[in-house]
Nanobody, 126 residues
Framework: QVHLVESGGGSVHTGGSLRLSCEYS????????MGWFRQAPGSEREAVLT????????HYLGSVKGRFFISQEDAKQTVYLEASDLRPEDSAMYYC???????????????????WGQGTQVTVSS
């Protein structure tokens, strides 16, 4: 019964930064594949980054590479998306996702997740 809750969204100008949080429960964190997705109105949902919790192997959408980074704080059962140099095209509802994964499993941007948060809105103005 994995439960994910996102927070930290908001409105910023181009070039600004946000730190999105995903608080999790019911997750075997050390045996998981997790990711952040986003969906803008009228657009398909897309994966922006994924990572394995067992070795922190990371995959990033090309357009966010070098601007978005992941971090975690085990004591608070929270993972973060550190988003900087934000652009209007980054505006979207952002979701975190998770699935069970064993050591060595693939966890790329095409991963199908079965647990999702409710989303947090990011708006970047010109």
């Amino acid at each position: 019964q994995v439960h994910l809750v996102e927070s930290g969204g908001g409105s910023v100008h181009t070039g600004g930064s946000l730190r999105l949080s995903c608080e999790y429960s019911g997750l075997n964190f050390h045996s998981a594949c997790m990711g952040w997705f986003r969906q803008a109105p009228g657009s398909e949902r897309e994966a922006v980054l994924t990572f394995t919790t067992f070795n922190m192997e990371q995959h990033y959408l090309g357009s966010v590479k070098g601007r978005f980074f992941i971090s975690q704080e085990d004591a608070k059962q929270t993972v973060y998306l550190e988003a900087s140099d934000l652009r209007p095209e980054d505006s979207a509802m952002y979701y975190c996702a998770a699935k069970e994964a064993q050591w060595g499993d693939e966890c790329d941007l095409d991963t199908r997740f079965d647990a999702w948060g409710q989303g947090t809105q990011v708006t970047v103005s010109s």
